[in-house]
């Protein structure tokens, strides 16, 4: 086993579009890091972005299904180097369909590096009313939260955020304080980012999931688009502020479009987007070719292929 550790940021429902700022709010506003750092975001005319230390490219999300790619399938090929879609023979979501949970149970990617000897953590905080959901009985989760619960891994909770050891998954912790009730310190996104990369410090994988990108794109709100695309792109400056980049992989990937066409309410064919940031992000591009190839190549990048 090798020194090598790998971020991993789940962005759910970001998909490459088209260079229209008309629908894709990627393209109509200014975002200071993500352009600074990459030149922009990509589009379908420009869907590759190349550079010595990153890599932006196209990941079919479709799995050779037809209709909307949804994210209970998406997830669990992603999570799991499955093809969900044509296993079930559709796409299914937002929740996995549930002849998938024996599998994400038995091939989640939290299960599958820890019996190679990988320390893993997830670090989304969950609120309490959360737990209260699970205490009640009810199992209705994401692939995320369900493969690690299924890994026997033990979810953060406020706890956790105070000590700087988890991140809300609203990044900021303002809508914890607004919605829920807490009274947490507002904290701006690039520290948030910044908290993200030293958790992962202890660790061989460390994933954050974003959810809010494919809440903006349902409600087709480019106000909200924006204010959730900029707290991501703050995140993302906290992490690279610092990166190591010889030894660390930050890898993001999200599993189906939808925020990148505000002029539909429902999700898209659009590849989804990925990145890859690190010294050798080259060579872990071009093993991914469809969304089941993740899974395969986190661990052969972990192992030092």
Same mark, same amino acid.
Request: glycine share 8%.
């Given at each position: ?22 629908v ?42 037809p209709?909307?790619?949804q994210?209970?399938?998406g ?8 093809n ?75 706890? =956790? ?40 410090? =202890? ?38 502020? =610092? ?5 660390n ?55 030092? =292929?």
């Open positions: 086993m090798g020194s090598r550790k790998l971020l991993m940021i789940f962005l759910d429902g970001v998909g490459i579009g088209k260079n229209n700022p008309d894709n709010p990627f393209i109509r506003f200014k975002y200071d890091f993500f352009d600074d750092y990459f030149g922009g975001f990509p589009t379908k005319n420009n869907s590759r972005i190349k550079k010595k230390y990153h890599s932006i490219f196209p990941v079919n999300a479709t799995l050779g299904v209709g909307l790619p994210s209970g399938t997830q669990t090929s992603i999570f799991c180097g499955v969900a879609a044509k296993i079930i023979g559709q796409h299914f979501g937002p929740y996995p369909y549930s002849t998938l949970k024996p599998i994400i149970k038995e091939k989640n990617i939290f299960q599958s590096l820890i019996e190679l000897g990988f320390r893993v953590n997830f670090s989304n905080a969950y609120p309490q009313r959360f737990f209260d959901y699970i205490e009640s009985g009810r199992k209705t989760l994401t692939v995320t939260t369900l493969s690690y619960l299924n890994a026997n891994q033990k979810l953060s909770k406020v706890d =956790e955020i105070l000590k700087q050891k988890a991140v809300s998954a609203e990044i900021t912790n303002q809508i914890w304080n607004e919605k829920l009730g807490y009274d947490l310190p507002i904290i701006s996104p690039q520290k948030a980012g910044k908290i993200f990369r030293e958790i992962g410090d =202890e660790f061989q994988f460390n994933l954050f999931e974003y959810f809010l990108t494919d809440h903006a794109g349902h409600s087709q709100d480019f106000n909200f688009a924006y204010h959730v695309i900029s707290n991501f792109d703050g995140f993302l400056e906290g992490i690279l502020s =610092e990166f190591d980049y010889h030894k992989m930050l890898f993001i990937i999200s599993d189906h479009g939808n925020l990148e066409d505000l002029s539909v309410k429902t999700h898209t064919r659009n590849p989804a987007l990925c990145l890859a940031i690190g010294k050798h992000n080259a060579d872990f591009v071009s093993r991914i070719k469809s969304l089941k190839d993740v899974k395969r190549n986190i661990i052969s990048y972990l192992n030092g =292929e």
